[in-house]
């Protein structure tokens, strides 16, 4: 595959997956079903500020990205780009898609979002151009403290769910189901979507324990 398509596809993959990732889980809160852990957090400050989910997405993940800094991670382009382009395209999907009425609709709303943020994990995590800012947090804290990144993880992820909870965020079946099925999904497009590398051929995304931990499982 010639260099320039190459990049172009990386490019596609990542800006597609993150507004994906976006509209999948502007569908888990339109289920009124539970949302996914950081999510709970974000409609929990939403709740309080008046401000929409997507502009409190967008505020957390600069203010995790600050974090970075003592812990001595790098970000990438997909670092800086999903900062800003999850939360603009949660808000703008739930700009477009009303609440689900009835079970028929609410079940539709979280089986989908669910699927979709697993495309999206695949798509932008294989187009390799860094992790996002609450995945580079979980890695941070490994090289920092040593911890494993299933521990450093579960900590953290256990944190921004109860606090958002307490602050009024949605936790509910959606919330459980999210969590069990996700690693599974995003391991499977990370496969699918996976690009070739130019030179070898090769379509391994993720070359090491490290790497792979950083899906959301």
Same mark, same amino acid.
């Given at each position: 595959?010639?260099?320039? @398509?190459?990049?172009?596809?990386?490019?596609?993959?990542?800006?597609?997956?993150?507004?994906?990732?976006? =509209?999948?889980?502007?569908?888990?809160?339109?289920?009124?079903?539970?949302?996914?852990?950081?999510?709970?957090?974000?409609?929990?400050?939403?709740?309080?500020? /008046?401000?929409?989910?997507?502009?409190?997405?967008?505020?957390?993940?600069?203010?995790?990205?600050?974090?970075?800094?003592?812990?001595?991670?790098?970000?990438?382009?997909?670092?800086?780009?999903?900062?800003?382009?999850?939360?603009?395209?949660?808000?703008?999907?739930?700009?477009?898609?009303?609440?689900?009425?009835?079970?028929?609709?609410?079940?539709?709303?979280?089986?989908?979002?669910?699927?979709?943020?697993?495309?999206?994990?695949?798509?932008?995590?294989?187009?390799?151009? /860094?992790?996002?800012?609450?995945? /580079?947090?979980?890695?941070?804290?490994?090289?920092?403290?040593?911890?494993?990144?299933?521990?450093?993880?579960?900590?953290?992820?256990?944190?921004?769910?109860?606090?958002?909870?307490?602050?009024?965020? @949605?936790?509910?079946?959606? @919330?459980?189901?999210?969590?069990?099925?996700?690693?599974?999904?995003?391991?499977?497009?990370?496969?699918?979507? =996976?690009?070739?590398?130019?030179?070898?051929?090769?379509?391994?995304?993720? /070359?090491?324990?490290?790497?792979?931990?950083?899906?959301?499982?």
């Amino acid at each position: 595959m010639p260099s320039g @398509t190459h990049l172009t596809r990386r490019l596609i993959q990542l800006y597609a997956g993150l507004a994906l990732y976006g =509209a999948s889980s502007a569908l888990l809160l339109r289920s009124g079903l539970g949302l996914e852990p950081w999510n709970v957090l974000h409609e929990g400050i939403a709740e309080k500020t /008046g401000l929409t989910i997507g502009v409190v997405s967008i505020i957390v993940g600069a203010l995790v990205l600050l974090l970075w800094i003592p812990l001595k991670q790098k970000p990438g382009l997909g670092t800086v780009s999903n900062v800003f382009a999850v939360g603009l395209a949660m808000d703008g999907t739930l700009a477009l898609v009303p609440d689900a009425q009835g079970w028929p609709l609410r079940v539709s709303a979280l089986v989908g979002g669910i699927l979709l943020n697993g495309v999206a994990t695949g798509l932008y995590i294989s187009a390799k151009f /860094g992790p996002g800012p609450r995945d /580079g947090l979980m890695t941070g804290l490994n090289h920092a403290t040593g911890w494993s990144i299933r521990l450093s993880r579960t900590c953290v992820e256990i944190a921004v769910v109860a606090t958002g909870f307490l602050l009024g965020g @949605t936790v509910g079946v959606g @919330t459980v189901l999210y969590a069990l099925a996700i690693g599974p999904l995003a391991q499977f497009f990370l496969r699918f979507f =996976a690009i070739p590398d130019p030179q070898s051929g090769s379509r391994v995304v993720a /070359g090491s324990p490290r790497k792979r931990a950083i899906l959301r499982s």
